[in-house]
């Protein structure tokens, strides 16, 4: 009978009707802090330690402009698409935007006549690119990483070396890690006082980013939005379960997620019947319908980044940030180069077209039998393809499948125990 209950209130909950094929966010942030704290007996101690910080916090707390410095690990399948570097500025952007409450309006009849709109507030955080990696040595924070999987679950495996990329300093930078995601999930965020390794966002690349790829209705950015929150110790406004507790005065009691745009007047099916807040980032209404945090949520975060909270450590160290719109094609990782080079007249090599759509013909011209190696990266260094190639006497020609690649600067380096090659590649598309 109690299952029956919850899913009824799950089913009468949503704003709109949807159609079996579209596809609707789904946040796994509680699912996996119940994970966590099956494998670990003491970590719902510490997380209640936590609620009575932020209580102790909140009687003297005094609001700071804060700054995090974060560092994306993209993760990829080779021949997959993935997000471009411009899509994670975007996306920093995004963030920056909706916790300064620089695109708040009064959008719904909910802001005036429930008074919404006297509690919008500006978190006073914003976040950065990191300049420097976790050893001092300048590095993209922008990490494309092959990895050994075309999805990933929410079993954390995409932070490790063997299966993805293992974190940076999670005292010192937050993580986030863009991938495909299995079983439906949009993402998840680890809450506050879990293990230091596996600290931080996973966030399916559908979600990820403002407009271009990503997954209408969900394509301003705020999926990664509502995840931060979650991070920074904001429950969904539902809390752990249907009605449960936010640990947020000055937000209604939500007895699930909302989606699509409600209309007025949207209530809870808990206890008072509410008028439900839907508008509010930790909901889950389309990302047009989402515009605001709370000043009781704006508490809960910036007591997490305070002296002695869970989280102080983003914002008490010397990180630096990468000035904004920064790229980082002077980052050494691979050394760039500008023209064609010729360390030896071995070989030569025709790329062609160049601009290139779909697929770009590699002719070499051997002058000995040997292995030619082909290293194909972008402006900041990450592998694209690596392939081995025979040569013999005479002219080789190759077709490599660019269809599924972003658009922007390749260069191709060509290299065989003669001496090597590197020509820069345009791939342009209308």
């Not at 005292?171 to 991938?179: E, G, P, S, T």
């Not at 079983?183 to 979600?207: L, N």
């Not at 601009?355 to 011209?365: D, F, H, S």
């Amino acid at each position: 009978m109690k299952w029956f209950i919850v899913m009824m209130l799950i089913l009468f909950s949503t704003g709109a009707a949807f159609s079996q094929r579209e596809i609707l966010r789904s946040y796994a942030t509680q699912k996996v802090n119940e994970r966590l704290k099956r494998s670990n007996a003491t970590l719902a101690n510490q997380q209640s330690s936590v609620e009575r910080f932020i209580a102790e916090q909140s009687k003297k707390l005094q609001f700071k402009k804060l700054t995090i410095p974060v560092v994306f690990h993209v993760v990829y399948a080779v021949g997959q698409s993935y997000p471009s570097e411009e899509q994670v500025y975007a996306q920093i952007e995004a963030l920056n935007r909706d916790f300064s409450k620089r695109d708040y309006k009064i959008r719904h009849p909910a802001d005036t006549l429930e008074g919404f709109a006297k509690k919008a507030e500006d978190m006073e955080i914003e976040f950065c690119l990191a300049k420097e990696g976790p050893t001092g040595v300048k590095e993209s924070a922008i990490r494309f990483i092959p990895g050994t999987s075309s999805k990933f679950t929410d079993d954390d495996l995409i932070k490790t070396q063997r299966f993805g990329s293992p974190a940076w300093d999670t005292k010192r930078y937050l993580n986030i890690w863009v991938a495909p995601l299995a079983d439906s999930v949009s993402g998840y965020a680890q809450m506050p006082s879990g293990p230091a390794e596996t600290d931080g966002i996973v966030i399916d690349y559908r979600y990820f980013g403002v407009q271009t790829n990503s997954q209408t209705p969900y394509n301003e950015g705020k999926t990664l939005t509502h995840l931060v929150g979650n991070y920074l110790g904001l429950y969904d406004l539902w809390g752990e379960y249907p009605c449960g507790d936010d640990y947020v005065d000055d937000t209604p009691v939500h007895n699930a997620p909302n989606y699509g745009c409600p209309l007025y007047k949207h209530v809870s099916l808990c206890n008072e019947i509410p008028v439900e807040m839907t508008m509010n980032f930790m909901d889950n209404t389309n990302d047009a319908c989402l515009y605001m945090f709370t000043m009781g949520q704006k508490i809960r975060m910036q007591a997490m980044l305070s002296e002695g909270g869970p989280r102080y450590g983003l914002v008490s160290n010397d990180e630096k940030c990468n000035p904004k719109g920064q790229t980082f094609s002077d980052v050494e990782l691979r050394t760039l180069p500008t023209d064609s080079l010729y360390n030896e007249t071995s070989i030569k090599v025709n790329i062609y077209p160049n601009p290139a759509t779909n697929e770009i013909k590699l002719q070499i011209i051997a002058l000995k039998d040997e292995l030619a190696t082909l290293t194909v990266f972008n402006t900041i260094g990450a592998i694209q393809t690596k392939q081995d190639y025979p040569l013999a006497n005479g002219m080789q020609e190759f077709t490599i499948n660019c269809q599924n690649w972003f658009t922007g600067i390749y260069f191709f380096e060509i290299k065989t125990p003669y001496g090597k090659t590197t020509q820069r590649v345009v791939i342009a598309r209308n």
